[in-house]
């Protein structure tokens, strides 16, 4: 009976650790709205989100939404901050990692005409056949702060 009860312990134990990890949320598109300026989520190759360490979810449908919603929060404190991978919709990367474009060429929701991308090396690709400008997270950033 005692290993039964120490059994039934840890299992219980295990699973509460389960429950505790703090995971972004697949976001729904088409059925999602953005937290900042409440228009419903569906262009697949803009949409960005923010996970807090206790997981609430924030969602957006642009780059710029999120930027714009994190200029009044401590990045350090949050767990994830993805926006779409734009070479590879549906596809969420990190943000402090990836390279954005700034182009007329692409349309993004917010008109910003900003994109995302996994690689440098895809962004500057694009760059080939348009006009436009590459930004790390950091200057993005300070780019639309400044605008």
């Not at 059925?31 to 609430?56: E, F, L, P, R, W």
């Not at 929701?109 to 790390?136: C, I, R």
């Amino acid at each position: 009976m005692k290993l039964i009860g120490r059994f039934i312990t840890y299992l219980l134990f295990s699973l509460s650790l389960l429950s505790c990890s703090v995971e972004p949320e697949k976001i729904e598109f088409g059925k999602d709205y953005c937290h900042s300026c409440k228009m419903n989520i569906v262009d697949k190759t803009h949409a960005a989100q923010y996970v807090t360490s206790k997981g609430k979810q924030f969602k957006f449908d642009s780059i710029e939404c999120l930027v714009n919603e994190l200029k009044s929060k401590d990045e350090q404190v949050l767990a994830f901050i993805n926006v779409a991978n734009y070479a590879n919709p549906g596809e969420m990367i990190p943000a402090l990692k990836a390279s954005y474009v700034i182009s007329t060429a692409i349309k993004s929701p917010m008109g910003m005409n900003l994109s995302a991308f996994k690689e440098e090396k895809a962004a500057l690709e694009v760059l080939q056949n348009h006009d436009g400008v590459v930004y790390t997270w950091e200057i993005l950033k300070q780019h639309i702060s400044a605008n």
